[in-house]
């Protein structure tokens, strides 16, 4: 089953936005949306889109931007791609208002570092990180009334790499509609590129010519000792492991 098809079984079908196969609920009557920018190629990417569709379309909505500030004393560049994906969505689309939400994510949350070893308030067991993440976007849609609230979440690659999340093995099928889009808390709820993989993201890079944003994102979530929140500068110069999974994957979709 393709996306189209899984779409055609919702109310939102008058609201979709086609981008090569890949579809985005945006309602010219919103007014608000939130969209997850960590400083990554995908979540970078998503924002590109959107933001595209609201000024070509001249809709008159308000961005908001989600991020969160994680592993500051092991990956203290990581605030900073953020930054700079920002400061490259601003400079693009200057029509457009933005409103950037960033929030902090204590090290001891991080499921690298302690799992899942907390129920949530709907019944399930999982890390800090995740529960804080979930629970920070329920804030700031209540807080900023917002339409609809968007995450970059991809599919995993089409072969085998080492530390690949077994949660993104979700296929395109009717049962797993409400992983693509879905409604919470009165807000809609949308992962757009749920059911494609990183692949399909650095193609569009190419196809839009948006190399110059794909560069400035990050994916390698490697540490370097001798880079820590002590010695960082912003804008320096940070390696990548070439060992983490997110290299592997990225590395993979450029070659695809």
């Not at 590109?48 to 991020?67: A, E, K, P, R, S």
């Not at 930054?83 to 400079?91: C, I, K, M, R």
């Not at 994510?105 to 990180?129: A, C, M, Q, R």
């Amino acid at each position: 089953m393709n996306i189209k098809q899984l779409y055609d079984s919702t109310p939102y079908t008058n609201i979709l936005h086609e981008v090569d196969g890949v579809y985005f609920p945006l309602d010219k009557n919103w007014k608000n949306i939130g969209i997850s920018v960590s400083g990554g190629a995908d979540s970078a990417l998503l924002a590109y889109l959107l933001c595209d569709l609201i000024q070509t379309n001249n809709y008159d909505i308000t961005v908001h931007v989600i991020t969160h500030v994680r592993c500051w004393k092991t990956r203290p560049w990581q605030r900073h791609n953020s930054l700079d994906v920002y400061t490259a969505l601003l400079a693009k689309f200057k029509n457009i208002r933005f409103v950037r939400h960033e929030n902090f994510l204590p090290p001891d949350f991080e499921w690298g570092t302690k799992g899942p070893t907390i129920v949530d308030e709907y019944g399930k067991l999982n890390s800090g990180d995740i529960i804080e993440i979930r629970a920070f976007a329920e804030y700031i849609g209540h807080k900023e009334n917002l339409d609809a609230y968007f995450n970059a979440v991809t599919h995993n690659p089409d072969i085998e790499i080492e530390g690949a999340m077994l949660t993104r093995d979700i296929e395109a099928k009717p049962e797993n509609l409400s992983k693509m889009i879905t409604t919470h808390m009165g807000k809609l709820s949308s992962h757009p590129f749920r059911f494609i993989n990183k692949s399909w993201i650095y193609k569009q890079y190419k196809k839009l010519d948006i190399l110059s944003l794909f560069d400035i994102t990050r994916s390698c979530e490697g540490e370097f000792d001798d880079i820590t929140y002590k010695t960082y500068t912003p804008g320096q110069y940070v390696p990548v492991c070439k060992k983490c999974f997110w290299c592997a994957e990225r590395t993979w979709a450029e070659q695809s």
